[in-house]
């Protein structure tokens, strides 16, 4: 039983951690696209 809760314990960190990976890099994502839509709009303005 103990070995079955310390399993059930590693696992949810496991799933929080690899949510929050994924949220950091979406988050990056979003960042990274607007970064590039500011840089494209700029680069076409200033041509």
Known sequence: MALFK???V???LHVL???GC???ALQHC???QCLL???VFFSSGSW
Request: charged residues 5%; aromatic residues 22%; hydrophobic residues 60%.
């Open 6 to 8: 310390w399993f059930s």
């Open 10 to 12: 590693r696992f949810n």
């Open 17 to 19: 951690l690899n949510c």
């Open 22 to 24: 994924i949220i950091v």
């Open 30 to 32: 979003v960042v990274l």
């Open 37 to 39: 839509h500011q840089f």
